[in-house]
């Protein structure tokens, strides 16, 4: 089945940096769109950027600049690169990938940035 476990979250200062990491396994994972979302409390669950399967990229207008999102298709893997981290980005961190019109999530990672 499909599965989706990010890993590397933490807390860390603002202006600081965290890389999150995305294992995906149950698809073809080079063949499709890989997100990752956020959500902060109280707040709706937002896009926060996408990579397709021809490693297009694209990100909200928050976080331009300063994260990077990328896929090893070998390690069926999808990075998020965060640099420059601000306490806005507060929130925790979700994989998403729509595989074969179903949404799949991962479980989460929490990235806490304190000013």
């Known amino acids: 089945q499909v599965q989706l476990v990010e890993s590397g979250g933490g807390s860390v200062q603002a202006g600081g940096s965290l890389r999150l990491s995305c294992a995906a396994s149950?698809?073809?994972?080079?063949?499709?769109?890989m997100n990752w979302y956020r959500q902060a409390p109280g707040k709706q669950r937002e896009l926060v950027a996408q990579?397709?399967?021809?490693?297009?990229?694209s990100y909200t207008d928050s976080v331009k600049g300063r994260f990077t999102i990328s896929r090893d298709d070998a390690k069926h893997t999808v990075y998020l690169q965060m640099n420059n981290l601000k306490p806005e980005d507060t929130a925790v961190y979700f994989c998403?990938?729509?595989?074969?019109?179903?949404?799949?999530w991962g479980q989460g990672t929490q990235v806490t940035v304190s000013s």
């Open positions: 990579i397709t399967s021809g490693a297009g990229s």
């Open positions: 998403h990938a729509r595989v074969r019109l179903v949404p799949y």
């Open positions: 149950g698809f073809t994972f080079s063949s499709y769109t």
